[in-house]
C-alpha cells in the first residue's frame, strides 16, 4: 500500500519541493498526477493506485524513477496549478507532445499483464459464444470458467 500525502505534509516540504521542468500544467491534468523533486529524488501524487502506470510515463518523460504516492485529488490539482500554471505559457509548444503522452499512457496500461488476461478471455468468452465469465477465488489461485449454452466449462490457458 502506497503513503498519502497530504496538504499539512506538502506544506512542511514547501522549501524542498521543486517542480520539474519540461512538464505542462495541462498534461499534468490529463494524467491526473503531480511530479516533484524532494531533496534530489523524483516523487509523484497520484489520486489512486491504478495510477501507477503514470510513473512508468513520467519516467520515459523525464528519464527519472519516480517514487509514488497517493494524495486527493483536488490537492493534486492546486499543486499542478501552483508550480506549473506559471510554466504553462512558455510550455504552449509541447501541447502535441502532452497528446502524444496520453497515447503512450494508454499504450503503456494496454501492455500490463492483468489487462491483457482479462482482454484475452473476454475476447476467448466470445469466440466460445459464452454468456457468462465466472472468476472463483481457490486457496491455490483462481479458476476461472465461463457458462456456454447454460453450462459452466473450465477455461483452459493455451
Known amino acids: 500500500m502506497l503513503p498519502r500525502v497530504t496538504k499539512a505534509d506538502i506544506e512542511k516540504l514547501e522549501e524542498e519541493l521543486l517542480a520539474l521542468e519540461g512538464l505542462s500544467a495541462s498534461f499534468l491534468r490529463t494524467i491526473r498526477a503531480f511530479p516533484y523533486l524532494e531533496n534530489g529524488s523524483a516523487r509523484v501524487l497520484v489520486p489512486s493506485e491504478n495510477d501507477l502506470l503514470v510513473a512508468d510515463l513520467l519516467e520515459k518523460r523525464t528519464g527519472q524513477t519516480f517514487i509514488p504516492a497517493l494524495a486527493d485529488e483536488e490537492l493534486i490539482f492546486e499543486l499542478i496549478q501552483k508550480y506549473y500554471e506559471e510554466e504553462e505559457i512558455e510550455v504552449e509548444a509541447s501541447e502535441e507532445e502532452s497528446l502524444e503522452d496520453v497515447e503512450l499512457l494508454k499504450d503503456l496500461a494496454s501492455e500490463a499483464p492483468v489487462i491483457r488476461l482479462v482482454n484475452r478471455l473476454i475476447r476467448e468468452?466470445?469466440?466460445?459464444?459464452?454468456?457468462?465469465?465466472?472468476?472463483?477465488?481457490?486457496?491455490?489461485?483462481?479458476?476461472?470458467?465461463?457458462?456456454?449454452?447454460?453450462?459452466l466449462h473450465d477455461w483452459s490457458q493455451q
Open 125 to 151: 468468452g466470445v469466440e466460445n459464444r459464452a454468456t457468462d465469465i465466472h472468476f472463483e477465488p481457490l486457496k491455490e489461485g483462481l479458476r476461472v470458467r465461463f457458462r456456454i449454452d447454460g453450462v
